[in-house]
């Protein structure tokens, strides 16, 4: 069956370490987006990718990076991590822009 | 400035009475709706949509309904279930523009209670 797998699902790291965190979807979907989910503030879009080496900043992309070699994979990337970036990440992917994503497990991710 | 906005962070209700979670909007360009569910330590998933053509879909126990001219929308559960017991978010998208991801809302969090 298709799926869409983050990778790790915890992490801890500390300040101003590079993070990467990964993303892969065997829907072979077009679309693929990061969001963050914090208390108080929802679901916020970080990029997101409409096909391989297309990638477009979003609401909350500061300090965050993504690149699309292929259409599988869209890795996050912190280039140096904040406390401020403590939060759970979820990936997401859709075959258009119908807003039918479908969502990974998450990675909860702690910068100390 | 927040576009969807779900101004009940909780609601509590009776097995087998009505859920009703409500969100509002202020981009007159948005013209498709969602609702997703979360449960704890996963993703959310596709719960309901809405074009803006229209004013209601239903889907079992699940009605998303629209008022445009309000900027409103609502998700009724009838009856609801404890396992209904999740996050709910709203989303929406202008699909015609260039807003063409989805915006969601900080979601409200229902308890149904046996």
């Known amino acids: 069956d298709a799926e869409i797998t983050q990778s790790p699902r915890h992490k801890i790291t500390e300040t101003g370490r590079q993070v990467t965190l990964a993303c892969h979807q065997t829907?072979?979907?077009?679309?693929m987006f990061w969001y963050r989910q914090d208390l108080g503030h929802g679901l916020r879009l970080i990029h997101y990718s409409y096909g391989v080496q297309d990638t477009n900043k979003g609401e909350v992309s500061d300090g965050y990076s993504v690149s699309r070699s292929n259409t599988e994979d869209l890795p996050l990337t912190l280039e140096s991590a904040a406390s401020s970036q403590t939060s759970v990440y979820f990936c997401?992917?859709?075959?258009?822009?119908?807003?039918?994503?479908?969502f990974g497990s998450g990675t909860r991710l702690t910068v100390v | 400035d927040q576009q969807v906005k779900q101004n009940s962070p909780s609601l509590s209700v009776q097995e087998g009475r009505i859920s009703i979670l409500n969100c509002d909007y202020t981009?007159?360009?948005?013209?498709?709706f969602l609702w997703y569910k979360k449960y704890p330590a996963e993703g959310p998933t596709f719960l309901i949509s809405i074009s803006s053509i229209k004013d209601k879909n239903e889907d079992g126990r699940f009605t998303v309904f629209l008022n445009k001219s309000a900027k409103h929308l609502s998700l009724h559960i009838v009856p609801s279930q404890p396992g209904d017991s999740a996050v709910y978010f709203c989303a929406a998208s202008a699909r015609g523009g260039s807003q063409g991801n989805l915006i969601f809302g900080k979601g409200t969090k229902l308890s149904v209670k046996p």
């Open positions: 997401a992917s859709s075959g258009s822009l119908l807003g039918f994503y479908t």
């Open positions: 981009n007159s360009m948005f013209d498709y």
């Open positions: 829907w072979n979907h077009n679309n």
